[in-house]
């Protein structure tokens, strides 16, 4: 029996529903040494700096900033988003089994909130035909701002006319996760597809 509520579901995508990590790339055969990769992802291809990609800004014009910055480390900036479909480990099966029963179901709205470079966000497009299972989706690329900005959030809310008490939020970053929760979305941690199942059905949403 379904949980009245609940009625809409929104999926974060990135390691929730397509494994997605640099290091697919960086591997122990790119770099002489896991130290000068790791250095490499931590202090100058960062998050943080893909973030702002993911937000709108240029990834040629981010990539040329970082090569006059970084000489030293020019092939493997071009790299980063040179190579960045390689950065795509494929589907996780699993969550996108579970996303297939909600959808299944009839008895949920699905929505994706997504931190993405618009540009990007196309070739996952082409490649995943899930992705268009979803009600609705908002791209951080797109909008020009990303999570855990709580406006963010709130466009999609106001976009699809959710009431944030009725929606249920699911992402694999905890920084994400808390910023919902502050906007009273109930949250579920993605660490696993089987702990996400369980989560469903403690909540009697599966």
């Not at 122990?28 to 893909?50: G, Q, V």
């Not at 973030?51 to 090569?67: F, M």
Request: hydrophobic share 40%.
């Amino acid at each position: 029996m379904k949980n009245s509520r609940f009625k809409a579901v929104i999926f974060d995508l990135g390691n929730v529903l397509i494994n997605w990590d640099p290091r697919h790339v960086f591997n122990d055969t790119y770099f002489d040494s896991l130290e000068k990769r790791d250095h490499f992802l931590e202090k100058i291809c960062s998050m943080d700096w893909n973030e702002r990609q993911d937000e709108g800004r240029s990834i040629v014009e981010a990539t040329q900033e970082l090569v006059a910055q970084y000489p030293e480390w020019e092939a493997a900036i071009r790299d980063y988003y040179g190579r960045w479909t390689d950065m795509l480990g494929g589907a996780i099966p699993e969550t996108v089994e579970i996303f297939r029963r909600l959808k299944e179901t009839g008895q949920y709205k699905i929505y994706a909130l997504t931190n993405w470079q618009a540009g990007l966000f196309d070739i996952a497009l082409v490649r995943y035909a899930f992705l268009h299972w979803f009600d609705g989706r908002v791209v951080s690329g797109e909008e020009k701002m990303r999570k855990p900005e709580p406006a963010f959030y709130q466009r999609l809310l106001d976009r699809y006319a959710l009431n944030p008490s009725e929606a249920l939020f699911i992402d694999d970053n905890v920084r994400n996760i808390k910023a919902a929760e502050a906007m009273g979305i109930r949250s579920i941690h993605f660490t696993s597809p089987a702990a996400l199942e369980r989560s469903l059905k403690e909540l009697g949403v599966l």
